[in-house]
């Protein structure tokens, strides 16, 4: 029998990273002299949750400034942002293409027009316009050259990308509060191993940058060199500015995830807490500190931490799951009921909701029943979901209730046809019940859709009844692309007279 629940929900008890990429949603450390300088930076790299307060700093130095092309470009690119992060609001693009020719007409012999309206006919998709505008632009500067090269990007050019950018941070020191950044981010997506490590080590060596140092630590984690990691952080911690609030959260993760320095780890957290952070990073505090609560079996506490980290997640779905993966991974079944039951009382009518703690209650609690009560919530939320069907099919299974449980395969399956998962789990119940040829005839049409079923179905104690059979060895053994032609009888065979389980009108 195979459980499976959508990819976002499925096999959720995983350890999930909690550690942040560093600066990407506040302010990167710097050393430009003036406020603009200081504004631009925030205006590519402020989490979202604070671009109006920043759009109303922008707008008092226009106020101050009326004739500045800067503060206008940089005002432009923040509603790029909010154009982006809600592109229904057609306003927004409005304004950021006002503020983008305002930015020309006041002063068309420096970049920032240019570069504004770039970015606007970028984010409307128009791509060859932008590339003309930049390419119309009087002076060359390093954000004509930055804005050229992320365009190629997005238009699928990226051959000399990272090379590009690094040279740039290299030549133009003061560009590397927003280019580091994106450099960053793209070696993580385009490398991996050694290369990856040694491009970091470069970054760090050449530009002394806090936060390339930060992205060397998470690397240093991937490659279990946690002393490494952790005399980066020291070094960063001991340094005489005051430290980013990202940098001790991660720190604080790292000392309680892999050294197993809680208390120290709950300090750093908690005065992380106190920094003007968003409420998405306060939702990953408020887990992590919900981790350390369950290690010291501080249950009640821990439920506190989880359920406020709820509240603030704007993911809560992933929240649910590092929440549920601590009471598992550290063995507190006995208060994972207990936790589930707040967690109903406090977020009714969320479907994904329903469905883990159904998971919860039949995987890990056994309380099939209530797991079914769960799945069935779900569903009325979400009554096109197949996968939810599947899951009560798969409760009443463990119930031995096969008739429910066929019940709920056959309405996952007329909504979705292309479930494997559920034809699946009827051929168990077929096998398990006696029904030789139904058993078959559903395992070749779930293997058809979903091949790695054959070795899922090799290893699986449902279809001991079938396991010697001629057709069954076919099915779990030949290339699944040769399994079309291959004939099996849809006839029922008689009930086995030793399974009082299942009986057919």
């Known amino acids: 029998m195979v459980a499976k629940l959508p990819k976002k929900l499925c096999r959720f008890f995983l350890s999930l ?7 990407f949603y506040s302010a990167v450390a710097f050393s430009l002299p003036d406020k603009l300088s200081e504004l631009e930076i925030k205006a590519w790299t402020e989490h979202d949750e604070f671009l109006s307060e920043l759009e109303n700093e922008v707008v008092r130095v226009i106020q101050l400034q009326p004739s ?28 950021a293409l006002e503020l983008a020719q305002q930015a020309l007409e006041l002063d068309p012999q420096t970049e920032f027009g240019y570069v504004a309206l770039s970015h606007v006919f970028e984010a409307l998709g128009l791509r060859d316009n932008a590339k003309e505008i930049l390419n119309s632009a009087p002076t060359e500067s390093w954000r004509l050259k930055f804005s050229k090269i992320s365009l190629a990007l997005s238009m699928g050019k990226e051959s000399n990308t990272l090379s590009e950018l690094e040279t740039l941070a290299n030549v133009y020191p003061e560009s590397r509060g927003l280019i580091l950044p994106f450099l960053l981010g793209l070696m993580a997506d385009s490398l991996e191993g050694v290369s990856l490590q040694d491009a970091l080590i470069r970054i760090e060596e050449t530009t002394h940058s806090s936060l390339a140092s930060q992205a060397l630590a998470l690397r240093f984690i991937e490659t279990q060199e946690y002393d490494k990691t952790e005399a980066i952080y020291v070094k960063l911690l001991t340094a005489p500015n005051n ?4 940098l001790r959260i991660n720190y604080g993760i790292f000392l309680s995830r892999f050294k197993e320095q809680d208390e120290k780890a709950e300090t750093l957290l908690r005065q992380a807490l106190q920094d003007r952070v968003p409420d998405v990073v306060k939702s990953i505090i408020h887990s992590q500190l919900g981790v350390i609560a369950v290690k010291r079996n501080q249950v009640d506490l821990a439920s506190r931490e989880f359920i406020q980290a709820l ?16 009471f598992v991974s550290l063995k507190k079944i006995d208060r994972l009921q207990e936790f589930c039951d707040v967690v109903n009382s406090e977020f009714p009518g969320n479907a994904a909701f329903y469905a883990i703690l159904g998971q919860v209650y039949s995987e890990e609690l056994k309380l099939h029943t209530r797991a079914i009560d769960s799945y069935k919530k779900a569903i009325v939320l979400e009554p096109r979901n197949s996968a ?21 395969f056959d309405q996952a399956i007329q909504l979705d046809p292309t479930d494997a998962v559920a034809l ?22 779930a293997i058809l859709i979903d091949p790695s079923l054959q070795d899922v179905a090799r290893h699986d104690r449902d279809f001991e009844k079938i396991a010697d059979l001629p057709l069954f060895k076919k099915l779990t053994t030949q290339n699944a692309g040769l399994l079309e032609n291959l004939p099996v009888d849809h006839a029922p065979s008689p009930v086995h007279k030793e399974d009082k389980r299942m009986t057919f009108q």
């Open 17 to 23: 990273s909690l550690l942040l990429f560093p600066a």
């Open 68 to 95: 500045s092309a800067y503060a206008h470009y940089i005002l432009s690119h923040i509603f790029i942002r909010k154009f982006s992060l809600q592109p229904l609001q057609e306003e927004f693009a409005k304004k």
């Open 243 to 246: 430290p980013e609030p990202e």
């Open 311 to 326: 509240h603030l997640s704007s993911d809560k779905t992933n929240t649910l799951k590092v929440a549920v993966n601590a």
């Open 388 to 408: 939810y069907y599947n899951a009560v099919g798969l409760s009443f299974y463990h119930l031995e209730d096969f008739l429910n449980a066929l019940d709920f």
């Open 424 to 445: 699946y789990n009827k051929a168990c119940i077929y096998s398990l019940s006696g029904f030789q040829q139904l058993a078959l005839s559903h395992l070749k049409k």
